[in-house]
């Protein structure tokens, strides 16, 4: 069956700029996670849906950082403004609820320059 | 944040067991302890998860000790495609904020 889908899986961009980041879960999955990953490190929690709304987001790392689900299946994670610190892999992952393992897909690498 | 302790990195002969160490000695009665694997340019993939019982599945074993401490993951038949990065997580029923850490980087060599 159809895994978690993320586009695009490569975007690079200019410093300052605005980008969005789509992740497509597992149909029927309610739970939806953001996760971000450096070069070297494992994977860092950013948020966390519950259907359509953030239960946790408290991994943003500050608020040029936002993610919505507005119809509690395909989520856009976007950043404004963006730095080159913000260069990254991000993953997102879906669960059938949050008890259950998480399915992630293979992210989507961002690139400021 | 970080709950466990894993060797940076382990090689093993293909066909042979994989045994990869987790301590994670200050886990808490309700927290289970979850393996994921990451294969290069990947997104990380679950393994397997216990709590107290040893478990199997079709991918591996997870030996976890009588006293919680500590726990290893078990590739009973490497291959090739089992070298990864593999990540033992300790977290609590129904969290929702994985700690990755930085893993066991597993080479297995032909």
């Known amino acids: 069956g159809a895994g978690v889908s993320q586009t695009p899986s490569n975007k690079v961009t200019e410093k300052g700029k605005y980008v969005e980041l789509r992740c497509d879960p597992i149909?029927?999955?309610?739970?939806l996670y953001w996760y971000r990953q450096s070069l070297g490190q494992g994977p860092e929690f950013l948020i966390y849906f519950q259907g359509t709304g953030a239960a946790d987001d408290s991994g943003l790392p500050n608020d040029r950082f936002f993610a919505v689900r507005p119809e509690g299946s395909v989520s856009t994670l976007k950043i404004q403004r963006t730095e080159r610190g913000d260069s990254a892999v991000y993953l997102c992952a879906s669960s059938l609820n949050r008890a259950s393992p998480l399915h992630f897909g293979n992210g989507t690498r961002l690139t400021v320059t | 944040d970080a709950k466990t302790t894993q060797p940076t990195s382990m090689d093993c002969a293909e066909g042979r067991a994989a045994n990869l160490p987790c301590n994670h000695s200050?886990?808490?009665?309700?927290?289970?302890v979850y393996w994921y694997r990451q294969i290069h340019s990947q997104g990380p993939q679950y393994i397997i998860h216990?709590?107290?019982n040893n478990e199997t599945n079709e991918m591996a074993s997870l030996i976890i000790t009588e006293d919680r401490k500590s726990s290893t993951l078990i590739l009973p038949h490497a291959t090739l495609r089992d070298t990864a990065v593999y990540y033992c997580?300790?977290?609590?029923?129904?969290?929702?904020?994985?700690?990755f850490g930085t893993g066991t980087r597993l080479t297995v060599i032909p």
């Open positions: 200050t886990i808490s009665g309700n927290e289970y």
């Open positions: 149909s029927g999955h309610t739970a």
């Open positions: 216990g709590l107290k």
């Open positions: 997580i300790v977290i609590g029923t129904g969290a929702n904020n994985l700690f």
